[in-house]
C-alpha cells in the first residue's frame, strides 16, 4: 500500500459523462453538524486492543462503510444524511490500531463494532484497503453479510522495500497527517478536481477531518496490505457482491479492479465516472441512489428531488442506474 495514493488519471474503461441534471449541493459543514446531532456518535475497544470511533444514523437495513486508507467516518457523513429515512449507516475508523495488524485483525475490529448494536445481517462498503477488510470481514463471518460493496478493490497487493521501509519508520511518529510535509499539494493532485464547484467549503473540510488522521495508524493500515492474497478466499465466495470502480483511482488501480472482477465472475459492477476515489464525499446523490437500487430500497417521500440545477459532469450528481454488468 503506498502511503500517497495513485495520481488520478482516466481509467481505460471510461465512457463519456452524461449531461444529466442533479439534485441541489450539500453544503458539508451544515450537515456535520446535523448528523453529529442526530447520530449516536461512540468510541468503542476492540477484543484486540485498537479503539474505534464513529456514529450510527438513520434507519432501515444496515451499512457498515469502513473508512478508507487516510480517509475517516465523516467521509461518509453526507451519503448518511441523505439515507437516514431508508438506511442504518454505521461509520467506522481507528483511533489506535493495537499491535500488529492483518486485514483479519481490522475485521475483526468491525465485527465488535457491529456486535455492539446487535445481530442482524448487514452489508459492507469498503474502498480500496478498507475494501480488503469488508472482503475479510464477510469471509469470517458470511452468515451475517447481506451484500459486500468494494470500491477500487484488489485481489492482492504487494509492498516495495521503500513502501515498508517508510511505514516501518512511520510506525512511531507521533504526528497527524495534516502535519506531514507536502501533504496538501499531493491530495490537491490526487483529489481536487473531482470535487464539485456547488460547494466550494467541501474541499477544506476533506482537508480537515483527514488530516486529523494519526501517521502510525496509516503506517499500521498500510502494513496490513503486506502479503493479501484473497484467491483461495473466493473459492467458496457466496456472499452477494457490488465491485465498483471509480474515475480518478488511477491505472494500477483499474488493473486490480479487473484482477478482482476475474477472481468473481459472479459479482456484479459498476462504473463511477467523475468521482474521484472519494465518491461518497464528492458525489454522495450518486452513491445514495446506488445504493438505495442495489438494496432493492425505495427513496423516502422526503428524498431530495432531481433538479435541474447545475451545468457540467464535474458538477452534477448522476441519475444512472446500477448497471450490474457481469
Known amino acids: 500500500m503506498s502511503t500517497i495514493d495513485a495520481i488520478a488519471s482516466p481509467s481505460p474503461l471510461a465512457v463519456p459523462a452524461p449531461n444529466e441534471g442533479c439534485p441541489p449541493p450539500l453544503r458539508c459543514r451544515d450537515v456535520w453538524r446535523n448528523v453529529h446531532e442526530q447520530a449516536s456518535v461512540w468510541e468503542r475497544a476492540s477484543t484486540r486492543g485498537a479503539t474505534l470511533s464513529g456514529w450510527t444514523l438513520g434507519r432501515g437495513p444496515t451499512v457498515v462503510f469502513i473508512a478508507p486508507f487516510s480517509g475517516s467516518a465523516d467521509l461518509f457523513a453526507l451519503v448518511a444524511w441523505l439515507l437516514r429515512d431508508e438506511i442504518r449507516s454505521i461509520a467506522v475508523q481507528w483511533q489506535s490500531t493495537g499491535q500488529s495488524r492483518s486485514p483479519a485483525d481490522f475485521a475483526h475490529d468491525v ?141 494500477r488501480a483499474h488493473q486490480h479492479h479487473a484482477e478482482l472482477q476475474a477472481c468473481l465472475p459472479s459479482a456484479k459492477t459498476e462504473w463511477m465516472h467523475t468521482t474521484g476515489t472519494h465518491a461518497s464525499f464528492t458525489h454522495p446523490h450518486r452513491i445514495a441512489k446506488f445504493l438505495r437500487q442495489a438494496l432493492g430500497v425505495n427513496p423516502s417521500p422526503a428524498a431530495t428531488p432531481v433538479e435541474r440545477c447545475c451545468s457540467g459532469a464535474d458538477a452534477c450528481e448522476s441519475n444512472e442506474q446500477p448497471t450490474g454488468n457481469r
Not at 445481517?121 to 475479510?136: C, D, F, H, R
Not at 452468515?143 to 485481489?155: A, S
Not at 490526487?190 to 467549503?201: A, G, I, S, T, V
Not at 503486506?226 to 471509480?246: E, Q, Y
Request: net charge positive; aromatic share 10%.
Open 111 to 251: 465485527w465488535d463494532v457491529i456486535d455492539h448494536d446487535g445481530s442482524e445481517p448487514v452489508s459492507l462498503y469498503g474502498t480500496n484497503w478498507s475494501g480488503a477488510v469488508a472482503l475479510e470481514a464477510a469471509r469470517l463471518r458470511p452468515d451475517r453479510v447481506e451484500t459486500v460493496f468494494v470500491q477500487d478493490g484488489f485481489v492482492q497487493r504487494r509492498l516495495s522495500l521503500a513502501e515498508r521501509g517508510l511505514a516501518n519508520l512511520a510506525l512511531w511518529s507521533r504526528r497527524s497527517l495534516s502535519e506531514c510535509p507536502n501533504r496538501e499539494r499531493v491530495q490537491m493532485l490526487n483529489h481536487r478536481r473531482w470535487f464539485p464547484p456547488l460547494d466550494p467549503e467541501r474541499w477544506s473540510c476533506f482537508l480537515e477531518t483527514t488530516g486529523r488522521n494519526p501517521v502510525s495508524v496509516l503506517a499500521r493500515q498500510g502494513l496490513a496490505c503486506k502479503g493479501v492474497d484473497f484467491r483461495r478466499a473466493f473459492t467458496n465466495w457466496t456472499a452477494p457482491t457490488w465491485l465498483i470502480s471509480t474515475e480518478g483511482a488511477g491505472p
